[in-house]
């Protein structure tokens, strides 16, 4: 059987929460594993960061606004313009003003949850986010099999490239 997750396969996503509250880590720690995502975590956006460099299996991140030594905000800028792949970035706070919301958004965030976390919600802005990880990654796949297309007849992997380049 096929799942969102087997799609993303041979590449093993990670999941990466970020919060300076222990209890609020910990529980959306929980309800993330549950899943059946690898967690790593991370209490301030200095240290989510370095995780985030470290790790390129990370394709999803959690991450609360308030935090010390670096706020969320300035962790998903830094994410937006480190990133390799596309990272799906959702904000789950206790702000719930709307210059909150549009200033995360505006700084690159994906979605935005208030806390506290309802674990069907949360499992819903994940699976939404696996979704668009999954996407990427067939349209990777179909540029390899241009590529190798290509090996065999120059022609064909010229235009399966200008076919590609048009649909994107």
Excluded: W
């Amino acid at each position: 059987m096929v799942t969102e997750m087997s799609l993303l396969q041979p590449q093993k996503l990670s999941v990466l929460i970020v919060d300076d509250d222990s209890a609020q880590l910990m529980l959306v720690r929980m309800l993330v594993e549950q899943q059946g995502y690898d967690v790593i975590t991370a209490c301030n956006g200095v240290d989510a960061l370095q995780l985030f460099r470290a790790n390129p299996d990370i394709r999803l991140v959690v991450t609360d606004l308030d935090m010390p030594l670096m706020d969320g905000f300035e962790l998903i800028r830094r994410i937006r313009q480190e990133q390799t792949k596309y990272t799906y970035l959702i904000v789950l706070t206790s702000h719930e003003a709307q210059h909150a919301v549009v200033a995360a958004l505006n700084d690159g965030a994906d979605d935005f949850l208030t806390k506290p976390a309802f674990n069907e919600e949360l499992q819903l802005r994940i699976k939404s986010g696996i979704r668009l990880l999954r996407l990427e990654s067939q349209d990777e796949l179909i540029f390899s099999m241009a590529r190798l297309s290509e090996y065999r007849s120059e022609e064909t992997g010229y235009h399966l490239e200008k076919v590609q380049h048009y649909t994107s």
